[in-house]
T-cell receptor
Framework: GENVEQHPSTLSVQEGDSAVIKCTYS??????FPWYKQELGKGPQLIID?????GEKKDQRIAVTLNKTAKHFSLHITETQPEDSAVYFC????????????FGKGTHLIIQP | SAVISQKPSRDICQRGTSLTIQCQVD?????MFWYRQQPGQSLTLIAT?????????ESGFVIDKFPISRPNLTFSTLTVSNMSPEDSSIYLC?????????FGPGTRLTVT
């Protein structure tokens, strides 16, 4: 089955700086890679996603890149703000949306004022 | 995006009892899923709730322990049966629209 590795487990950055979280996956059949933000006591919130036929996607301060050859995808957050502090999870799935997600272990992002 | 609600939001149960968690979606969706998240940990897929047929379970999860119903395209239930303290966790349902999956707020279960 699929295995998703996520690094780092904790990331502390100064407000206004950029943050990068990296994930690798094992199953070359995976074709969908979402990122979730989870705040304390809440369910995961989908913030951005990318499909295997796209190399990069951007939404305001958030971007995701995908390298299919290396089986590697990354989340980039620019101009970080205090409200970006949360746990971020990457995930992968195949099957065109009919499959459940395999999650990475999560990154605790801390924005220092 | 789909809006998902879960009931109850939290519960404390005695070992040996069962709890049924309800998941309601504000629109019809093809796919619904159930996940478990132990405190401070990642999410693990329990099963896919199929409308009109039996749920599909992931390795390590069985129907006798986690029976699932999916009576229509907006609703599903997960029962945690014969609970033990190891079942203490957050249980989350999600709804799939095309590729995207949206999550409910979760049910925090404590088994004493």
């Amino acid at each position: 089955g699929e295995n998703v590795e996520q690094h780092p487990s904790t990331l502390s950055v100064q407000e206004g700086d950029s943050a990068v979280i990296k994930c690798t996956y094992s199953d070359s059949a995976s074709n969908y890679f979402p990122w979730y933000k989870q705040e304390l006591g809440k369910g995961p919130q989908l913030i951005i996603d990318i499909r295997s036929n796209v190399g990069e996607k951007k939404d305001q301060r958030i971007a995701v890149t995908l390298n299919k050859t290396a089986k590697h995808f990354s989340l980039h957050i620019t101009e970080t703000q205090p409200e970006d502090s949360a746990v971020y999870f990457c995930a992968a799935s195949g099957g065109g949306g009919a499959d459940g997600l395999t999650f990475g272990k999560g990154t605790h992002l801390i924005i220092q004022p | 995006s789909a809006v998902i609600s879960q009931k109850p939001s939290r519960d404390i149960c005695q070992r040996g009892t069962s709890l049924t968690i309800q998941c309601q979606v504000d629109s019809q969706v093809t796919m619904m899923f159930w996940y478990r998240q132990q405190p401070g940990q990642s999410l693990t897929l329990i099963a896919t709730a199929n409308q009109g047929s039996e749920a599909t379970y992931e390795s390590g999860f069985v129907i006798d322990k986690f029976p699932i119903s999916r009576p229509n395209l907006t609703f599903s239930t997960l029962t945690v049966s014969n609970m033990s303290p190891e079942d203490s966790s957050i249980y989350l349902c999600s709804a799939g629209q095309a590729y995207e999956q949206y999550f409910g707020p979760g049910t925090r279960l404590t088994v004493t």
